[in-house]
């Protein structure tokens, strides 16, 4: 039997809430717990993240997935972008802080107790998730596996000069949310915030240092994160494998809203071998 609990209120970043969803099977002994990190434009609800929790849980771990709390989306409406003022005022410092929040959680919440097995906590990253999952594991020892999909390899120079030219000027930029035609702000704090936290948010010199076992995956077809991010990580750490998928794009197949009741043929090998990382 499989217990599925979605939307638990937790205390996040700046007074803004996190959501969060547990999925896990019953049994008489704790397990391992994946902690699912999404990207930007993203959510915990997106595409076919509750039906990967499910096979998650059915193969022995507790799994979690969450909102950040400046995400965009909001606890009434954890589907839709409802508060932009929140997303423009995201950054990397408040998605790390939340990230921790949540493994606060995992370890100390009494409904977690017999549960989780508090010695195996990874985390599982996708796109700027990736990023952020590595910074994560490279400053918590709560952290001893890391998976990335998709992940990008650095935060610190990804703004171009016309974007940061347009900050400084208008204090803030947009991005365009193609699924949802939503221009998204991004304010001025963002870039403020990376230069003020360089030393920290440098995603390259996490992986360098990181003494855990670490499985990278990329698609040979990504449009959003090129495979080079995933060839400079694997150069740079000294415990990572690089797993390529040949011909897979950024969400390995997916799209939201997803309403099939199986993986496409990329999701469902990139799952399966990260499940198999993990149980080794």
């Given at each position: 039997m499989v217990t599925f609990t979605k939307n638990i209120l937790i205390d996040g970043s700046r007074e803004k809430p996190i959501l969060l969803d547990v999925c896990y099977k019953h049994t008489q002994e704790s397990r391992p717990v994946v902690v699912f990190v999404h990207g930007f434009k993203g959510f915990k609800d997106w595409g076919h993240f509750d039906l990967m929790a499910k096979a998650f849980a059915q193969e022995g771990f507790v799994f979690i997935k969450f909102n950040f709390?400046?995400?965009?989306?909001?606890?009434?409406?954890?589907?839709?972008?409802?508060?932009?003022?929140?997303?423009?005022?995201?950054?990397?410092?408040?998605?790390?802080?939340?990230?921790?929040?949540?493994?606060?959680?995992?370890?100390?919440?009494p409904s977690m107790a017999k549960v989780a097995d508090k010695n195996a906590?990874?985390?599982?990253?996708?796109?700027?998730?990736?990023?952020?999952?590595?910074?994560?594991?490279?400053?918590?020892?709560?952290?001893?596996?890391?998976?990335?999909?998709?992940?990008?390899?650095d935060f610190l120079n990804r703004n171009k000069k016309q974007t940061i030219d347009t900050w400084h000027e208008k204090g803030v930029v947009y991005t365009f949310n193609a699924r949802t035609k939503q221009q998204m702000p991004l304010y001025l704090q963002f870039y403020e915030t990376l230069q003020a936290h360089r030393e920290r948010l440098n995603v390259l010199k996490a992986a360098k240092h990181l003494?855990?076992?670490?499985?990278?995956?990329?698609?040979?077809?990504?449009?959003?994160?090129?495979?080079k991010?995933?060839?400079?990580?694997?150069?740079?750490?000294?415990?990572?494998?690089?797993?390529?998928?040949?011909?897979?794009?950024?969400?390995?197949?997916?799209?939201?809203?997803?309403?099939?009741?199986?993986?496409?043929?990329?999701a469902q090998f990139v799952i399966e071998r990260t499940m198999a990382f993990l149980k080794e």
């Open positions: 709390s400046h995400n965009g989306t909001t606890p009434g409406n954890p589907l839709e972008f409802g508060d932009l003022d929140a997303f423009g005022k995201n950054n990397y410092i408040i998605e790390l802080d939340d990230l921790g929040k949540v493994i606060d959680w995992v370890l100390t919440d906590v990874y985390l599982l990253g996708h796109s700027r998730g990736g990023g952020i999952s590595i910074l994560k594991a490279g400053e918590d020892p709560r952290v001893k596996k890391l998976v990335t999909w998709a992940s990008v390899s003494e855990i076992p670490f499985l990278i995956i990329h698609g040979t077809n990504d449009e959003a994160v090129d495979l991010d995933a060839e400079e990580l694997h150069r740079t750490s000294k415990h990572s494998e690089l797993l390529v998928v040949g011909e897979a794009g950024h969400t390995f197949g997916v799209r939201h809203p997803f309403e099939e009741l199986s993986f496409p043929e990329h």
